[in-house]
């Protein structure tokens, strides 16, 4: 099963700008207990709604400032899954694609978590989910 939208909480933990043909992308890092993940807010390599790109940027913005950091903010982030193969790039653009992270979402969607319970009920809302899609993988039958 391949997935192509994905939803991921987590807590920020680093960023840094990459270099994607003319523009410059910053990918922010956040760890969901189970691994470390990139996203970035302002794809350059794609066209994307100018008022969505501002208002994201202004949802960490404040978070940062309330905070005076992003480290350690508990983000819920939604978008596309992107990959390093994949990114779309200008043929004739200086890219250097190890400098990307391998896998990293295209934020559509983010909303900064103030409740420190946001990750354990996002785990046992995503098992909920889960278990009602695929109840023989929980021991169920689909009649019970």
Request: charged residues 20%; proline residues 2%.
């Amino acid at each position: 099963m391949v997935f192509s939208r994905v939803r991921a909480i987590g807590t920020i933990v680093c960023q840094e700008s990459t270099d994607i043909g003319e523009a410059s992308c910053r990918f922010i890092y956040i760890d969901d207990g189970t691994g470390v993940v990139a996203f970035t807010i302002n794809n350059s390599c794609k066209s994307e709604e100018q008022t969505i790109t501002e208002d994201l940027e202004q949802r960490l913005l404040m978070a940062s400032q309330a905070h005076q950091t992003l480290n350690g903010i508990t983000v819920e982030v939604m978008g596309k899954l992107c990959h390093r193969e994949t990114v779309c790039t200008p043929s004739n653009s200086n890219t250097d694609a190890s400098k990307l992270p391998r896998v990293w979402i295209e934020c559509t969607h983010l909303t900064v978590k103030d409740d420190a319970m946001a990750e354990t009920a996002a785990m046992f809302d995503t098992m909920a989910t889960y278990q009602f899609l695929f109840p023989k993988g929980f021991g169920k039958t689909a009649n019970a």
